[in-house]
């Protein structure tokens, strides 16, 4: 226990795959214990990669889609009575397909309660220990597509937006706490995340992807940087992400639907 406690704490949701448990590997190997998190048992496998690192790996179940289990590793978190040096509040999900006849109200309401309403609920829990402290960083995992209307992940790109606001505004009114919020944008990143979005079948699921490894590795970066925000991945990202910012949304959505419509990866 002792050995432990002079180590820095931190805490990974979305942590069994992916940029997640990249992220719970940098924590690691720059020598912080951490609290990983998924909500199934995948996740055991992962902590013991993550434990490799010779660092104190703890993990927590819990469906964040749900207050009980928000709720449930907040107090997890509070139990463990360390001071949460850092959180990287990542897991999310997408649902691709037609907003309109194309996908079920359950996916598309599981993306606002897991990516958006799970993130405000454990940003509320577990930003205040860290304000009266005086000291700690949070990253939040949005996306570029927080910068483009998503046509056909409608639902997903708004809540990658949401992500993107809240945390800049964040970023602002912790300015003078000793607090810093640091947003991760990745582009298209070869995880399970296109799978389990049903995507497989548009351009943009069969495109190319940059390494998770490297993502996170640049999300670590930043958030001990105290940067406000990275885009991470190749540098078509950044293009794309100055796009999005510049040209009107119309032209945006219109260029995204190219990728993102079902059956687009046939037409290569
Ligand atoms: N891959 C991309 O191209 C890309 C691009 C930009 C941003 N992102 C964002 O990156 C983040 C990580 O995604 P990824 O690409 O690494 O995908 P991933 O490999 O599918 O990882 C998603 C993680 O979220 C967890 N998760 C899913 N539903 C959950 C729930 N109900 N409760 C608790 N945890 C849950 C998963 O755990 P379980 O397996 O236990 O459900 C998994 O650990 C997401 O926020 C995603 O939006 C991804």
Partial sequence: MNATMGKPFAVVTGASSGIGLELAKQFAKHGFDVLV?????ELDAAADEVREFGTRVETVLADLRTEEGVEKLADEVAGTGRPVAAIALNAGVGAGGAFVGGSSLEDQLAVVDLNVRSSV????????PMTERGAGRVLFTSSV????PGPFQAVYNASKAFLKSFA?????ELR????????????????????RADMLDTKLGAADKDSPAVVAKQGYD????GEDHVVAGSPKNKVQAAAGNVLPDPAVARQHRQ???PGTAESE
Avoid: C, I, K, Q
Avoid at 37 to 41: G, I, R, V, W
Avoid at 121 to 128: F, M, N, Q, V
Avoid at 145 to 148: E, F, K, N, S, V
Avoid at 176 to 194: C, R
């Fill in 121 to 128: 609920h454990l940003a509320y829990r577990l930003l205040p």
């Fill in 145 to 148: 597509a927080a910068t483009a």
């Fill in 168 to 172: 800049e505004a964040l970023r602002e």
């Fill in 37 to 41: 998190t998924a909500e199934d048992n």
């Fill in 259 to 261: 990728m993102t419509e």
């Fill in 176 to 195: 003078d706490t000793g607090v810093s919020v640091t947003t991760l944008m990745p582009g298209p990143t070869d995880t399970e995340f296109f799978d």
């Fill in 222 to 225: 930043a958030l001990m940087a």
